[in-house]
């Protein structure tokens, strides 16, 4: 057993850590722009499309897919798509050989500090890959059953209380299993409580991306009166400690997003009662590998998780939804239909929302999904051909 079993239960990642990254004939760095249907706020910012950097492997006439989650800017992470970019060709593709395991790949870019998203860029990639090359779907690679997945929606900031109702309504109607709403200052109690006088039973919770201070502790108590299912990184993104403070003075669950950067954070923000709930974005987290890690660790402490989103288009939603049949992903996601993002995606099939609101994992080698390549060249804006 070594170190990270010994702390995320009985998870065994030995068969998928042992697989070769075999001879990469191409490899390709793909910017893509898709504009959202609506502009998607946060406490920091409001963005009206989807900038991501695709990673495009090609070997022996098998192509596996990354999506780096960063966005063009750091406004939810340090890390944005020209710094995964600088970190992907000069730092981690320089140690990609054809014998070297994924497992030791990934043990090798620990070398490199933080830089998670550009990490699990090649990861993924590798992962889709080796499915592909095998010839079965992600989930089974990853020694996971296949299982319908629960949905969730991360409704944006509004510009009124009006328009939020509208919005959790319609998402109500398509049948989401939790509600997800975004917070800040001035636009928080009242917000929760008209939401929660309309559907005294949904499933909700509220996300602040970091927008409140100790100092806000009696402000942030009056939102336990609303039963939310959990309140989403309240305080600043370093301290872990004043959440733990925080969170002995809430009766409502606390959650940790940019908090956590790796199984460490996961364990210390447990150890320290920071959080009574993980959300795992792979992306930020440094892949699919040390998510499942993460949610193994969660699972044997009792402490739900669950995949978040970073509004992927169809290439990082696929990753999101294959993840979440690992096990400890016991709480909905912020995985939810295509439609909601993007008129248009550049992969066939989009994600929908099944009777019940489940969603099905794709069937197919790999990720499942096909990326369309007269979609891919439409909202393309550069590509760099690295091998
Ligand atoms: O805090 O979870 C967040 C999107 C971008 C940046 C940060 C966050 C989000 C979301 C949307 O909440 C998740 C999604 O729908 O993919
Ligand atoms: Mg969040």
New binding site residues.
Partial sequence: MNSHQDRSGALDLTAVEGLAIGTLDHIDLITVSLPFVAP?G?SVYT?TCKEALLLRLESGGVVGWGECVA?PDPY?SYETTSTARHIIKEFLLPEMKPDVTIGALMARFRRVRGHGMAKATIENALLDLAAKRAGVPLHALLGRPRIPIMSG??I?LQDSVDALLRAVEDAVADGYHRV?M?IMHGRDVEWVRAVRERWPDLPLMA?A?GDYRMEDADHLAELDAFGLTMI??PLGYTDIIRHAELQHRLKTPLCL??SIHDLDDALAAMDLGACRVI?I?EGRVGGLLESLRIAAACAARGVPAWS?????TGIGRAFNIHLQTGEGFTLPG???ATA??FREDIVDPPVVLAPGGWIEVPEGPGIGVEVVPERLARYTLGTERLT
């Fill in positions: 998607f946060t963005w966005d939810y929606i991360s944006g997800k975004k996300d991306n989403e990184q997003d940019e959300n974005k978040g989103g970073m509004d992927e912020d995985t939810s909601r993002y």
